[in-house]
């Protein structure tokens, strides 16, 4: 059974940075497509980036291009959101998602989230 675990959350003022950790049991970062969402109170769920399973550099909404940052750790089984220059409207609960073994769709497994809140 695959089961993801997001952490790194908090709350933090604007400008700051944040770094959330997502780390897969039952499988490997290595072999899958990944994803992080977020959902703002009152909003759509959003799809920030995608992490395909071959490692090519993963593609980033509009919204966090130039200030997020997807990365991963084979080593560790874990999968990294480097957030900076945050912004109140960066506020969610962000998720991370995983697909089944060299698959190119990332959307099969989720984690529990993990909030964000950035202060004005």
Known sequence: QVQLVESGGGLVEAGASL??????SGGSVSQRSMAWFRQAPGKERE???????SGTSPNYTDAVKGRFTF?????????????NSLKPEDTAVYYCTAGRPYDNY????????TQVTVSS
């Open 106 to 113: 990332a959307y099969d497994f989720w984690g529990q989230g």
């Open 47 to 53: 799809l920030l980036t995608v992490l395909h399973w």
């Open 19 to 24: 770094r959330l950790s997502c780390t897969i």
């Open 71 to 83: 990365s991963r750790d084979n080593a560790k089984n874990t999968v990294y959101l480097q957030m």
